[in-house]
Every structure is written in structure tokens, then in C-alpha cells.
């Protein structure tokens, strides 16, 4: 078996402040951050956080409040992230695409002390007496002295993190992370980190990913590369070759647009050694094109907000795994398939998804009932995903324990329907949605932009397209042709907002 490889950050830090000092020092010179034309090292980002911890201690922030930012991605956000942590405080993400409803009821859920803002007018939903600090104020106070003294040290069972759901099945959630939380996303990493690793980074920052990715990021001196928004072909291909990009993850469209690039090949991406295909499966025939163009191989993770790592593919898995699962367990991180009973499903059964690990949060922020209800027993977290393990451990997605509809008494989850449409050329994106029904109780209704330049599909071959690959129940009984299909404030397919446009 090959040797895992060593971090290069040296030591056993209790809470992620202590992680922060460490490399600020072992680290200093090591790149930590590209943002356009802003440039920033390990040993500049925390000495940065350390003016701004002042900022925050000399407005009253103590240990335990908490401190909410509301930034793009950015270098500034992460400075901010860094003070607040530095201060003791508990770290929370606003994002930007949020509408002043989701911003009121954060606030009234977690009552931030202050909120790091833009430099413009003060977001919607935010209460008038919550303290701010702009963006321009912020940058001015990466100058101010450091604080006298280490580092708020606390203990690794605090509260860190509380990071908010992206609201699919009604107002945001607050799941909260302690210190422990975030040291064990180190060790689930696997194939995607090594030490030096350089990232394309395109993911909001007040999602899982970045904030409960930040030790991981310490610990194996990463240096992240911010995607510029909105997202362009040239822009990543330019990224992937000006700075040396070692991991990269985009939706697969993004990838074949990548592919069509004229004159790309592994000589301009030499240090290119994994992607990931994000939010939707990858075709096989795109897989091995990537593989045979880039000689770069893709792997699908699959995670959520309350677990932030659960599960993944690995480089050299079959592109049919890649397409129809989203892999095995992370390094300590176990599934469990279960009925709504508590009891595990036979093998090849749906159920839903349950997980444990150190990844698994502690609870919603402020509502046990809600936390009680999902954190069951024996520290397992109970998703709202539903899906079934194939013969060789692979998890395979059928669906959300809401999206789920019963056509004919049919059970019927849109997620295997969606994958199969996916394919059909005449598709570009799809949704598929549970509509009432007289007689059958529910029917499909697939929700479809089609492929740019090609003919719309029509409901007929839709239909005969899954009929060929599935059960006859399952194959959509109408068909809306849309322009694009509505997202939420985390880029996810807004499901609630097509329901009720039926």
C-alpha cells in the first residue's frame, strides 16, 4: 500500500485558533489564497485576522457570540472567518444570494452580535440594532496591531461553525460544528488533498464546504484559487493553466465546455491530477474523454450540510460508478440504509440515508425538537435523502424523502428519473416534480431546458426515452419547456418554487 503522506503543518491543536497561529508560523510564506489580482500567504492571513480580532475584542465580541459574514468569496472573507475564530467567537455565512426573509430568520435564530457587510446599502432582513463592519472598514483594520497574548484558546468541544442549510424544504437551518468537528474533516479528505494541493475554488464560502473545510485547508497548506463570478469557460481554462491547478471541481457541463477548448491538452495542465464533478453525474463518455484529454481522472463526493464529508468515488473507479453512484464511505464515516422505523433495509432496498462520523454535526442551532428528530440514536444522522447500496458498497441517490410521489401506488423517486433524462441529447437540465392527479394520485412532470441549438424534445420522447430504460410508471406524463430551472440561494434546483408553479 502506497504511504499516506505527511501534512506539512506540524502539531496537535486543540481549537482551530491554535490551528491558525501554528501556520501562521510553519506556513508563512506558502501561498494561501489567489483572489484576482490579490495574493495572500498563510503568514499575511493570519497576521491580517489578528488586526481584525482586535477590531472585533475592542466592539465587545467575546467568546461564544456569534459573528456572521456576509461576503462573496473573497480573501476579505476569509480574513474575517480567521479574526473570528481568533477571538473565540462562533463563525457564521450569510450568503449574498440571500432575500431578506432567509436574512431575518437567520438572525432571529442564531442573534449575531455583528455581521461583517459589503460596502453597500445594509442587506435586507437585517435587524437595525445588529452591528456591522463594511468591507472598506474591514481592510483597515488588517493593519491595526495585534492583540496582546495568544489566541483565544477554549476548548475543542465549543462551538466553531454554524453553517445554514440552503432552505429546499423551507426557512435555513443552522447546523453547528464544535473544534473536533472540524479536525475530522483531515482525515476524510483521502484522494482529494495533498500537501501543497492548489484548488480551484467555486463554492460560496458560507457554504460546508469552505467553512467547515478550513482546518483541512490549514493543515495541508492549500492554497485556494477563487473562481471569478459568474462562471466562464476561458476563465477556468486560464486559471487551470496560470496557477498551476492541482484540483479543480465543476458541474459537467462545465467540464465538456472545458473539452472544447481548442489546443487544450495535459501539456498546459501538467499539475492536474483530480477533478470532481459537482451537483450532477457525469456521463461515462465524458469521464473518459476528460481522462484521455487532460489525463485527469474525476471523481464524484457527496456530503451535506449537516455532514460535510460522508461518502465518494476514487480515481480509477469505473466511469458506470462515477455516472450511477457517488461512492464508498470517507476515511471514518460510516452509512446505514434504514426504513423510517429505525431498522436497516435488505441489501439493494431503498431507505434512508443515515451517517456517523466525526464529520456529523452537533445539532441545529437553537432547536433541539429539530435536532432530536434527526440526531437518533447512537450518533446517527438521519438524512432526507433516500437511496439503496449496490453488490460491490456503492451508494446510489433515489431522491428526496419529500420529492418522493406515488403514481398508481407506485413509488417513484424523480432523482434515477432525472439521471436517465439527463442522458437524452435534447436535454440540457431537468427537474422532475410529483404533480396531483385524479385517479393515479400523482404524475411526473419533467421540467426541461432543452440543448441549445438543438429541437426541443417532446413529452412523447421523453416517455419512450425512460420507458426504455425504466419501469413504464416512472416515465414522465408532462413536459415543461423552460429557459432555465429556478435555483436557491445555494445554486441547488429549487423544488418548492416548480411545485408551486404547477
Same mark, same amino acid.
Given at each position: 500500500?502506497?504511504?499516506?503522506?505527511?501534512?506539512?503543518?506540524?502539531?496537535?491543536?486543540?481549537?482551530?485558533?491554535?490551528?491558525?497561529?501554528?501556520?501562521?508560523?510553519?506556513?508563512?510564506?506558502?501561498?494561501?489564497?489567489?483572489?484576482?489580482?490579490?495574493?495572500?500567504?498563510?503568514?499575511?492571513?493570519?497576521?491580517?485576522?489578528?488586526?481584525?480580532?482586535?477590531?472585533?475584542?475592542?466592539?465587545?465580541?467575546?467568546?461564544?457570540?456569534?459573528?456572521?459574514?456576509?461576503?462573496?468569496?473573497?480573501?476579505?472573507?476569509?480574513?474575517?472567518?480567521?479574526?473570528?475564530?481568533?477571538?473565540?467567537?462562533?463563525?457564521?455565512?450569510?450568503?449574498?444570494?440571500?432575500?431578506?426573509?432567509?436574512?431575518?430568520?437567520?438572525?432571529?435564530?442564531?442573534?449575531?452580535?455583528?455581521?461583517?457587510?459589503?460596502?453597500?446599502?445594509?442587506?435586507?432582513?437585517?435587524?437595525?440594532?445588529?452591528?456591522?463592519?463594511?468591507?472598506?472598514?474591514?481592510?483597515?483594520?488588517?493593519?491595526?496591531?495585534?492583540?496582546?497574548?495568544?489566541?483565544?484558546?477554549?476548548?475543542?468541544?465549543?462551538?466553531?461553525?454554524?453553517?445554514?442549510?440552503?432552505?429546499?424544504?423551507?426557512?435555513?437551518?443552522?447546523?453547528?460544528?464544535?473544534?473536533?468537528?472540524?479536525?475530522?474533516?483531515?482525515?476524510?479528505?483521502?484522494?482529494?488533498?495533498?500537501?501543497?494541493?492548489?484548488?480551484?475554488? @467555486? +463554492?460560496?464560502? !458560507?457554504?460546508?464546504?469552505?467553512? &467547515? $473545510?478550513?482546518? *483541512? #485547508?490549514?493543515?495541508?497548506?492549500?492554497?485556494? /484559487?477563487?473562481?471569478?463570478?459568474?462562471?466562464?469557460?476561458?476563465?477556468?481554462?486560464?486559471?487551470?493553466?496560470?496557477?498551476?491547478? @492541482? +484540483?479543480?471541481? !465543476?458541474?459537467?457541463?462545465?467540464? &465538456? $465546455?472545458?473539452? *472544447? #477548448?481548442?489546443?487544450?491538452?495535459?501539456?498546459? /495542465?501538467?499539475?492536474?491530477?483530480?477533478?470532481?464533478?459537482?451537483?450532477?453525474?457525469?456521463?461515462?463518455?465524458?469521464?473518459?474523454?476528460? +481522462?484521455?484529454?487532460?489525463?485527469?481522472?474525476?471523481?464524484?463526493?457527496?456530503?451535506?450540510?449537516?455532514?460535510?464529508?460522508?461518502?465518494?468515488?476514487?480515481?480509477?473507479?469505473?466511469?458506470?460508478?462515477?455516472?450511477?453512484?457517488?461512492?464508498?464511505?470517507?476515511?471514518?464515516?460510516?452509512?446505514?440504509?434504514?426504513?423510517?422505523?429505525?431498522?436497516?433495509?435488505?441489501?439493494?432496498?431503498?431507505?434512508?440515508?443515515?451517517?456517523?462520523?466525526?464529520?456529523?454535526?452537533?445539532?441545529?442551532?437553537?432547536?433541539?425538537?429539530?435536532?432530536?428528530?434527526?440526531?437518533?440514536?447512537?450518533?446517527?444522522?438521519?438524512?432526507?435523502?433516500?437511496?439503496?447500496?449496490?453488490?460491490?458498497?456503492?451508494?446510489?441517490?433515489?431522491?428526496?424523502?419529500?420529492?418522493?410521489?406515488?403514481?398508481?401506488?407506485?413509488?417513484?423517486?424523480?432523482?434515477?428519473?432525472?439521471?436517465?433524462?439527463?442522458?437524452?441529447?435534447?436535454?440540457?437540465?431537468?427537474?422532475?416534480?410529483?404533480?396531483?392527479?385524479?385517479?393515479?394520485?400523482?404524475?411526473?412532470?419533467?421540467?426541461?431546458?432543452?440543448?441549445?441549438?438543438?429541437?426541443?424534445?417532446?413529452?412523447?420522447?421523453?416517455?419512450?426515452?425512460?420507458?426504455?430504460?425504466?419501469?413504464?410508471?416512472?416515465?414522465?406524463?408532462?413536459?415543461?419547456?423552460?429557459?432555465?430551472?429556478?435555483?436557491?440561494?445555494?445554486?441547488?434546483?429549487?423544488?418548492?418554487?416548480?411545485?408551486?408553479?404547477?
Amino acid at each position: 500500500m502506497p504511504v499516506a503522506p505527511e501534512p506539512p503543518l506540524r502539531g496537535d491543536f486543540a481549537t482551530l485558533a491554535e490551528a491558525f497561529d501554528a501556520a501562521g508560523e510553519q506556513l508563512a510564506d506558502v501561498e494561501a489564497y489567489v483572489d484576482g489580482a490579490r495574493r495572500i500567504t498563510f503568514g499575511q492571513w493570519v497576521r491580517a485576522a489578528d488586526g481584525v480580532a482586535a477590531g472585533l475584542a475592542a466592539r465587545g465580541v467575546r467568546p461564544g457570540d456569534v459573528v456572521a459574514v456576509m461576503l462573496p468569496p473573497s480573501i476579505d472573507f476569509a480574513i474575517a472567518f480567521a479574526a473570528i475564530a481568533k477571538v473565540g467567537a462562533v463563525a457564521t455565512g450569510l450568503n449574498i444570494r440571500l432575500g431578506p426573509d432567509e436574512v431575518a430568520a437567520i438572525s432571529a435564530r442564531c442573534r449575531p452580535v455583528l455581521v461583517f457587510v459589503g460596502d453597500g446599502p445594509r442587506p435586507g432582513g437585517l435587524p437595525e440594532e445588529t452591528a456591522t463592519i463594511d468591507r472598506s472598514t474591514l481592510q483597515d483594520l488588517t493593519l491595526a496591531p495585534a492583540p496582546d497574548g495568544p489566541a483565544h484558546r477554549g476548548a475543542p468541544g465549543d462551538p466553531a461553525v454554524i453553517v445554514w442549510t440552503s432552505g429546499t424544504t423551507g426557512l435555513p437551518k443552522g447546523a453547528w460544528f464544535d473544534h473536533d468537528n472540524l479536525r475530522a474533516a483531515v482525515t476524510t479528505a483521502g484522494a482529494m488533498t495533498d500537501p501543497y494541493d492548489r484548488r480551484l475554488m @467555486s +463554492v460560496p464560502f !458560507a457554504h460546508a464546504g469552505y467553512l &467547515a $473545510k478550513v482546518w *483541512e #485547508q490549514l493543515v495541508w497548506a492549500t492554497t485556494l /484559487v477563487i473562481s471569478p463570478t459568474p462562471w466562464s469557460v476561458d476563465d477556468m481554462c486560464r486559471l487551470l493553466v496560470e496557477e498551476r491547478i @492541482s +484540483v479543480a471541481g !465543476a458541474v459537467p457541463t462545465q467540464w &465538456a $465546455k472545458l473539452l *472544447e #477548448q481548442p489546443g487544450l491538452t495535459r501539456a498546459d /495542465v501538467p499539475a492536474l491530477r483530480i477533478g470532481v464533478a459537482a451537483t450532477a453525474p457525469a456521463p461515462p463518455e465524458l469521464v473518459e474523454r476528460v +481522462v484521455e484529454r487532460l489525463g485527469c481522472p474525476l471523481v464524484v463526493r457527496y456530503a451535506m450540510t449537516e455532514s460535510p464529508s460522508i461518502c465518494g468515488t476514487e480515481p480509477g473507479d469505473a466511469p458506470e460508478v462515477l455516472y450511477r453512484t457517488v461512492g464508498r464511505p470517507q476515511a471514518g464515516l460510516e452509512l446505514s440504509i434504514r426504513r423510517d422505523d429505525g431498522t436497516e433495509v435488505a441489501p439493494g432496498e431503498t431507505g434512508r440515508v443515515h451517517v456517523r462520523g466525526g464529520c456529523v454535526m452537533r445539532g441545529y442551532w437553537g432547536e433541539p425538537e429539530l435536532t432530536a428528530e434527526t440526531l437518533v440514536s447512537d450518533g446517527w444522522l438521519r438524512s432526507g435523502d433516500l437511496g439503496h447500496l449496490d453488490p460491490a458498497g456503492n451508494l446510489v441517490l433515489d431522491g428526496r424523502v419529500g420529492d418522493m410521489y406515488i403514481r398508481g401506488g407506485y413509488n417513484v423517486y424523480p432523482l434515477e428519473v432525472e439521471n436517465v433524462l439527463a442522458e437524452h441529447p435534447g436535454v440540457d437540465q431537468v427537474a422532475v416534480v410529483g404533480a396531483p392527479a385524479e385517479v393515479i394520485g400523482e404524475i411526473g412532470v419533467a421540467f426541461v431546458v432543452p440543448t441549445a441549438g438543438g429541437g426541443a424534445p417532446t413529452v412523447e420522447d421523453l416517455r419512450a426515452w425512460t420507458r426504455a430504460r425504466l419501469a413504464d410508471y416512472k416515465a414522465p406524463d408532462r413536459l415543461v419547456l423552460v429557459d432555465a430551472l429556478p435555483l436557491t440561494s445555494m445554486m441547488k434546483v429549487d423544488k418548492l418554487a416548480l411545485r408551486a408553479r404547477l
